[in-house]
């Protein structure tokens, strides 16, 4: 495999713009769980090896079951295993992701705002646009787990 460029070093100005939005993302009301169910969930769908690697590894350290990190993948299929709350994200992570699959439907945005007010919400999208982000650069610079 051909090394590719490392887009911190050659757009550094681009790459801060990246991790600012993960500051901001660090200061809003979303809890770690839920962070780390959007990173893994987007990052699975998108078949982003690094970023499966890190966020299993962090939603780990923040006390993530193994049961609900492996199960993740068929959240729908699973009674029980993920809070209403959790399953409202899921699917609004889903569809994001897969804009191009007919974009957010009405039915999850609104079960979205059944537990979420509109920061929150706000917040939410951003977390999911920004582990999009992150996703496509890995991918398209094939960065590897260490």
Not at 64 to 82: D, M, P, S
Request: glycine share 4%; proline share 1%.
């Amino acid at each position: 495999m051909e090394k590719r460029i490392n887009v911190g070093q050659v757009e550094p100005e681009a790459y801060k713009a990246l991790v600012g939005l993960e500051t901001y993302l660090a200061a809003t009301t979303i809890n770690k769980t839920h962070k780390e169910l959007i990173k893994i969930r987007a990052s699975q769908i998108n078949g982003c090896v690094f970023c499966i690697n890190m966020h299993t590894t962090d939603a780990r350290k923040h006390g993530e079951t193994e049961q609900r990190i492996y199960l993740l993948n068929a959240w729908r299929e699973v009674a029980n295993l993920y809070t209403e709350e959790e399953r409202a994200i899921l699917a609004l992570t889903e569809e994001m992701t897969l804009i191009a699959n007919g974009g957010v439907s009405d039915e999850t945005y609104q079960k979205a705002k059944l537990f979420f007010d509109d920061n929150q919400l706000a917040q939410l999208m951003i977390a999911i646009i920004a582990i999009n982000a992150w996703n496509r650069m890995a991918i398209a610079t094939q960065m590897q787990p260490a």
